[in-house]
């Protein structure tokens, strides 16, 4: 009697694990969700995550809401606010390689950029372009490379902020080039680029969407793809290969995450709708510098991420940067 009740017990208990079961694969968010991107509107950043807001809330069934939360080293306000969220899949994080340079700039960080968070989507990568001053006597990267190391210490180069993106590439510049020069820190790609177009420094590296205007204005000279490839928008610029410094790898990313212990059900159906929203979006992606991502899974975004760190963080602490 005892078996025949307990068999009965699990018969009828099928139905609701069945339930559960299915309710699990298809999660869906209930609510609109909260899209926080750590930096002020108008940026590469904040201009992609709407992209992807809008292009995956069809998918969804809710509107995915961007909001702003600026503020601290490498977007810290922002991130540190989703590390805390409810792990519900209402809330998620669009950041850039900032993400993984926090470490080098902030001694004591509120969060683990890597233990905090659970990946969900890399959302594509972003080039970086070398450019100079058109006034310098240089064409190629032959001819800066000459022009720098026959007056060490002479030369400077702009950075958007110490621990940005551009900041870092003109480190990895310097680095595998060998050069003597020292950063100028602006607040910003906009002051720093400016910076070259007046001449107060020799070059920059910017992302390839922002810097495309000013190349095309004649304003400031390219030099280099910071990356193996050339971009798409700018064709007639050669990549780090082609130019004679393979080693120059500088390419900024953006990427997606939840808070850690987010149930993976959620966090499948967050990657699936990012995911679907590419094709559509692919134009206007295109026309903000975007390429393809090249990491997918939670475990390959979850090692890329910690590589990625770990050589960012060596090239900015042995540029001299110190966490505060």
């Known amino acids: 009697m005892t078996t025949r009740r307990a068999a009965l017990a699990a018969m009828l208990a099928l139905p609701a694990v069945a339930r559960a079961q299915s309710s699990t694969r298809n999660w869906a968010p209930d609510r609109p969700v909260r899209v926080i991107v750590p930096f002020a509107?108008?940026?590469?950043?904040?201009?992609?995550?709407?992209?992807?807001?809008?292009?995956?809330?069809?998918?969804?069934?809710?509107?995915?809401?961007?909001?702003?939360?600026?503020?601290?080293?490498?977007?810290?306000?922002g991130t540190d606010a989703v590390a805390k969220a409810a792990p519900d899949g209402h809330t998620i994080l669009v950041h850039s390689n900032a993400h993984v340079i926090a470490p080098a700039l902030v001694s004591r960080l509120p969060y683990d950029p890597i233990g905090d968070f659970a990946p969900i989507a890399h959302?594509?990568?972003?080039?970086?372009?070398?450019?100079?001053?058109?006034?310098?006597?240089v064409q190629?990267?032959?001819?800066?490379?000459?022009?720098?190391?026959?007056?060490?210490?002479?030369?400077?180069?702009?950075?958007?902020?110490?621990?940005?993106?551009?900041?870092?590439?003109?480190?990895?510049?310097?680095?595998?080039?060998?050069?003597?020069?020292?950063p100028v820190h602006y607040r910003g790609g906009g002051p720093a680029m400016q910076a070259v177009i007046t001449g107060e420094v020799v070059y920059t590296i910017d992302p390839v969407a922002s810097a495309t205007s000013h190349i095309r204005a004649g304003t400031v000279r390219p030099i280099a793809i910071a990356g193996?490839?050339?971009?798409?928008?700018?064709p007639d610029v050669p990549s780090s290969a082609e130019a004679g410094l393979p080693a120059l790898r500088a390419e900024?990313?953006?990427?997606?995450?939840a808070p850690a212990r987010t149930p993976p059900a959620a966090v499948a159906a967050l990657q699936?709708?990012?995911?679907?929203?590419?094709?559509?979006?692919?134009?206007?992606?295109?026309?903000?510098?975007?390429?393809?991502?090249?990491?997918?899974?939670?475990?390959?975004?979850?090692?890329f991420l910690r590589e990625d760190m770990a050589r960012s963080v060596a090239v900015l602490r042995a540029a001299g940067v110190r966490p505060e």
């Not at 001819?143 to 993106?165: D, Q, T």
Request: glycine share 12%; proline share 8%.
């Open 140 to 182: 190629d990267m032959a001819g800066l490379l000459a022009m720098l190391r026959a007056s060490p210490g002479k030369y400077n180069f702009a950075s958007a902020g110490i621990g940005s993106a551009v900041h870092l590439a003109g480190e990895v510049f310097r680095a595998v080039a060998g050069v003597d020069m020292q």
């Open 228 to 234: 193996p490839e050339r971009a798409p928008s700018l």
């Open 272 to 303: 699936a709708a990012l995911a679907g929203a590419v094709q559509g979006a692919a134009p206007r992606l295109a026309a903000l510098g975007v390429q393809p991502a090249t990491v997918s899974g939670q475990a390959a975004l979850t090692a």
């Open 252 to 257: 900024a990313w953006l990427m997606a995450l």
């Open 41 to 77: 509107p108008g940026g590469t950043t904040d201009l992609v995550a709407r992209v992807f807001a809008e292009a995956a809330a069809a998918t969804l069934g809710q509107p995915l809401v961007i909001e702003n939360r600026p503020g601290g080293a490498a977007g810290l306000v």
């Open 123 to 137: 959302l594509g990568r972003i080039p970086q372009v070398m450019v100079v001053n058109p006034r310098l006597p």
